[in-house]
């Protein structure tokens, strides 16, 4: 197996987590978050980069210029999740697989964030399990890519 490289990927509103509804999405802060996920990846013989911004645009811009950079994406859209058809058909668009992460569990919460409009363009969707959810969509990466 070649050297696996990651690009874990935030929208907005992620930069706030660990001061943001932490009943909802916890006490541990993004930059906690990737520290975590650094560790996991090394443990794997992966590489990870993290980007994070509030805007749609460089979203898509990240997700477009993945190819031939990246293996595998980790994204965490944040409530552009639930409505963004542009991000959606960038997802759509690349030969990079997109595993769908959100902290907390959509499906418990208000109707408008039970639908996904990312979900079907993505490899899978992790949601539920806090920023432990980075973690499983990291393993289900390297698992998926192993043989390439």
């Keep these: 197996m070649k050297n696996l490289k990651i ?47 509030n805007h749609e645009g460089e979203i898509i811009d990240r997700i477009q210029d993945s190819v031939g950079l990246y293996d595998g994406i980790i994204l965490n859209a944040g409530a552009y999740s639930h409505y963004s058809y542009a991000i959606r058909d960038a997802v759509a668009a690349v030969p990079v697989p997109v595993i ?27 949601s539920g399990f806090g920023s432990f959810g980075y973690h499983l969509a990291l393993a289900g990466l390297a698992e998926r890519l192993k043989d390439i």
């Design 7 to 53: 690009l874990v990927l935030n929208g907005p509103n992620i930069n706030l987590t660990g001061t943001r509804e932490p009943v909802v999405y916890g006490t541990q802060t993004l930059d906690g978050i990737n520290r975590s996920v650094t560790e996991s990846a090394e443990s794997l013989g992966i590489s990870v980069d993290f980007y994070q911004t």
């Design 100 to 126: 769908e992460v959100h902290m907390s569990n959509i499906y418990a919460r208000e109707d408008f964030r039970r639908v996904s409009v990312l979900s079907a363009v993505c490899t899978a969707t992790v």
